[in-house]
């Protein structure tokens, strides 16, 4: 990039900061329309059986009650709230309501009333009788059971089960990781009206507006031209409001009473009924010579997609391919199974399979490099890829891959050789230093279909109106939008809009908010549609000013022919001219088809202490290092990093949903759920790689989910570095690391 | 019931249910839907208030609790048309992502500089204990607070050198 930058690359604050300081702007939960009635849902308190009866009777009579829903009053048509478009195939179990229950949270009813308490009390009246059946909580438990395994996946390149039987060094790792929260602060909710003429508009902090349609449709049976999802401000999501869990059953109800109807969970139902990060037991078996260069690796993964398909198979196949993208490793087969249980439901969770597969390998890496008596590090910078290795399995070219430099920078900065050789403490309180690597994708080039349509308009007061089906989920996506198309127009931001998504309104958009995709894909067409809108204008002006094209020259809002820099006029004369004189419009509608999808590397490098004497684990110190391409806002791109941080340390260390024996769940609450909070967050530093890539805007590349991914594998290592433990499950609470550090000394101790 | 309180400067008269929370009574009698939802148990934060100069989780307060207290919401910060200092702080740092905890989290540090105005970074974090953030990592919310304080600090230092 030779020109100098003016609006790329600035840390400029939201477009919607305004309102969010002053709690002006309005969720879901904040909208309110004339007759709008309330609505709750009724969960099954048991994990697995059959309704025998629903006794509604004293609900019904509540006054206030409008209607209530079971299975015996709604569709029953089958769906799966995983499915993004049309054509996409998986297994479609889902329904509104169902007969059968599945995991403890399951949807049995749902009332509307006129006002919250009403709803709530008559959830409480609702009697209903189970037929209970065996349930199964282990996803070991499931793999043996053909009613509950789902499918398998292999991954392989060359010869890698010969290798490892044969190689001398063979390190092997096993780690379970558990289903976790997204915590979003606000809780899912969604609001649904029907028109007159019939359509049902649903107002939803959702990531896909055109999945919630397309899902609602399905779930329905409706057309899609009856069914209109809007995107509402997000109050975070995390992948958790990416599947549609709300909005079929809220667009049924309005669409059969006719009347407005708001669906809203409490914190409660939010953790046990939506979604979680897809819970997993893996082994990994790692050949590597006594140089530390890595023969062949083995990896087996059982997937836990809880009691509903959702995306088990496709987060299955996610994970595995990253394991193909950081490495260079010839032979390396990965196999995964997929399991129902009944637990609740997996989904999209920020990294996608990433986190957990990472922190099974990364762990196993530093376990070899302990197993050969060598500095992780070292034995990390003789495996990773250097920039356009092609990937192992044949996947979408790595591109311009820098996770050599973030280890290299990093290690300095965080001055990782000095930390690492300190001597241990001896004491209580013990401090250990570990680092992880990681990758992600940038969109679903070479998976999916992977394309948007975005029109781009200039109007008589100069100002751009971009059109798309974008969403902001807190991130800054329509603040990234703005800079590139201000950037191309040498604009300010606030004379660029740039609107969200509405399935009335928007130009298709193949993904939505997903696969980290946003700025690498979304954010090449915003520049693809400015460019070209900005030759329309160009072009036009030539006309009006009879000049040459090349002559033409757009400076800070003035356009001029370069002859006579003294008659200037504002952009929006010009438009007005060209709409006077010539009849046309200054405006664009153009698709992008993704061509790339190249490797966003993330390195996190770790200091912790551990407590020998509670098993607590402090993280004092966090350097995430990224290979960024190119930040359009450096400002957000450190509060993606350190958010992630946040969640990747609960994922290490506090953070689970898991159940009792009954299958009833134990976390139910963010009293007994723990994220972490502003006096365990450490400090993080970021330092970012700016190296450019080549499909990106600008060079910019993904960097949302691949921040969350290195932590967890980094806090274990240090963990490990502090202690010497081995640390085989998620998270490592203090009864785990405790039991890890007793088991440790009998050992040390028989074989003294 | 009866409810006489003072709510962002201005007495209020009202009749609320007496099992209502202060919660319902701001968002759904006041209309100031500033104030969130998280967890309705004490646990996020999110609809922090300051009641006589202490923050307060407004969905553990029932309503008629507050009769004859002086209550702060959100919408209280922005005076005349100019955003307080923390606002424009929280602006200024990207102390803000999806924007939910930031309500309740701009409450919790007001109350803490106002019976502090010169809080150590320990002391802001402790303030901020009951305030969960899942977007940012609470790093630069931290970051804008240390500097509102320091640019409060900045005056009064040059006063004491002059």
Redesign the interface.
Known sequence: MTNKLKYVGK?V??H????????????V??MKLPNMLYAKLLLSDIAHGVIKSIDISKAQALKGVVKIYTYENTPSTSYNSHIWYDGLKAIEDEYLFSKQVRFYGDRIAAVAAEDKETAERAISLIKVEYEKLPHIISPLEAKENPEYRITSKEIKSGEPENIIQTAEIVVETALKTQKVH??????HICLANKELDGTVTIWTPCQVAFQVQLVVCTALGLPKDKVRAIKA??????GGKGQPVLEPVCAYMAYDLGKPVKLYM??TECIIATRTRTATIGNVSTAVDAEGNILARDIKMLVDAGAYMTNGEAVALAMGKKAFRLYKIQNQRYTAEVVYTNTPIGGACRGYGSPQIHALTEINIDAAARRLGMDPVKLRLKNLFQPYDKDSIGGPALGNARVIQCVEKGMEVFNWKEKRERPKAIGRYVRGVGMACATHGNGYYGAYQDYITMSLMMNEKGEIILNSGIHD????TVTTMKQIVSEVFDIPLDKVTAVEGDTFKSPFDSAGTQASRVTFVCGACALKAAEQTRAKLVHYASRILGCAEEQVVLENGMIYASDQPDKKQAYGDMVTSIQKTLSEKVEVSCTYESPANPASYAVNFVEAEVDTMTGMVRILEVLAVHDIGKAINP??V??Q???????GIGFALSEEISVDSGGIVKET???KYH?V???D?P??KVMLIEEGEEHGPYGAKSVGEVSTVAIAPAIINAISNAVDIDITALPATPERVLEAIKRKNIISEVRQ | MILDFNVNGRDYSIEADARARLIDVLREDLGLTGTKEGCGEGECGACTVIIDGLAVNSCLVMAHQTRGKRILTVESLKQDGELDSLQKSFINNGAVQCGYCTPGMLMSCKALLMRNPNPTEHEIREAIEGNLCRCTGYVKIINAVKEVVKESKAPSEEDHHE
């Open positions: 840390s604050p939201m919607d900061v305004m309102d969010k300081v002053t709690g002006e702007i309005k969720y939960g904040d997204h915590a979003a602060m606000e809780t401000a997000m109050g975070g999501s995390f409490d914190r989920l807190g991130c800054g400002g957000f450190e509060g990093i350190q958010g992630a941080i946040q969640m609450n963010l009293g994220i909070n502003a006096p967050m400090d993080v």
